[in-house]
């Protein structure tokens, strides 16, 4: 299984960014691809998932702001991220779980990328 992520880069406050994880390998039925984001010095944060049965979850960090979305025909999952503040600089992570789950927790998820910066200029 690899995921891949895309996207992040240099932004203005107010500004916008949509990150891409493109997944291969992945042949489950079920299953939940989730973006996490890591501040130097903060514990890993779990931002948005989605599943296979359609269902997302937001943190309430994000919410409203960011959304998450998949397309199945590309294999890839797109977190649309609008109204960006400083506070939303970190790498973020793409991670992949077998099975649905409506977490945010980073134990429920055994797949991981390897992050993208995102960098929010205030």
């Known amino acids: 299984v690899q995921l891949v992520e895309s996207g992040g880069g240099l932004v203005q406050a107010g500004g916008s960014l949509r990150l891409s994880c493109a997944v291969s390998?992945?042949?489950?039925?079920?299953?939940?691809v989730a973006w996490f984001r890591q501040a130097p010095g903060d514990v890993r944060e779990g931002v948005s998932c989605?599943?296979?049965?359609?269902?997302?979850l937001y943190s309430t960090s994000v919410k409203g702001r960011f959304t998450i979305s998949i397309d199945n025909a590309k294999n890839t999952v797109y977190l649309q991220m609008n109204s960006l503040k400083p506070e939303d600089t970190a790498v973020y992570y793409c991670?992949?779980?077998?099975?649905?789950?409506?977490?945010?927790?980073?134990?429920?998820?055994?797949?991981w990328g390897q992050g993208t910066q995102v960098t929010v200029s205030s």
């Open positions: 390998g992945f042949a489950f039925d079920r299953y939940t």
């Open positions: 991670a992949a779980a077998s099975w649905i789950t409506g977490s945010l927790h980073y134990g429920e998820y055994d797949y």
């Open positions: 989605i599943s296979s049965d359609g269902t997302s």
